[in-house]
């Protein structure tokens, strides 16, 4: 089966979702997945999420393809190779709180984010994102305490890490949370300051 890449969205967890699908079905049998005309960039990202995700080695990409598949919230996620551990304390948050998609709904204010990192006190606070590749932010992932984080393609990734992954909503209709997340664990903070009082609360 091959899975079209041309004219799909150049996010990156919409690229971590397809992926993760071609994971599942490689399970049938070996998968294809065909970028067609999609950029260097997304192509790139194909390539680096196959390597850290379990059965990413059974995936062939290629320029061309003459089949469509949609994509759909609910795809089941694919472990990574590297895993959370449970029990295992830290002392080190990752977090994303600049979401490119819709970033007006989504993204905590300036005040929000100088109040959590002042909050955080000798806690190490890794962010998350394209100034680091695929494989470093899993490893990050994998070593910290928990994922905080606005809707995006971050918290896919740490969902297959298995962190424990702070949602936050902000402006964000809940439907809308529920209709990309509702099927995976996570806590959903109506913003920064409500993850505080968790987080203070451990």
Request: aromatic share 10%; hydrophobic share 35%.
């Amino acid at each position: 089966m091959k899975i079209l890449g041309s004219n799909l969205h150049t996010s990156f967890g919409d690229c971590w979702k397809i992926v993760s699908l071609a994971c599942n079905l490689s399970e049938r049998g070996e998968t294809s997945i065909a970028v067609g005309n999609a950029s260097q960039r997304v192509q790139t990202l194909f390539k680096e999420i196959s390597a850290v995700l379990d059965g990413g080695d059974k995936i062939s990409i290629f320029d061309r393809c003459d089949c469509h598949v949609n994509i759909n919230q609910f795809i089941p996620t694919v472990k990574t190779k590297f895993r959370w551990q449970k029990g295992t304390s830290h002392r080190r948050i990752c977090y994303q709180f600049d979401g490119a998609y819709r970033s007006e709904l989504k993204n905590p204010p300036v005040a929000h984010i100088d109040l959590f990192k002042a909050k955080l006190g000798s806690v190490e606070a890794i962010c998350l994102g394209k100034h680091l590749s695929v494989s470093e932010c899993v490893r990050h992932a994998s070593t910290s305490d928990c994922f905080v984080g606005v809707d995006s393609g971050m918290a896919q990734l740490c969902y297959s890490v298995g962190v424990p992954v702070y949602l936050l909503r902000y402006k964000q209709e809940q439907a809308t949370i529920d209709a990309w997340h509702g099927d995976k664990p996570t806590r959903i903070c109506l913003d920064i300051e409500e993850f505080l009082e968790i987080w203070n609360s451990w």
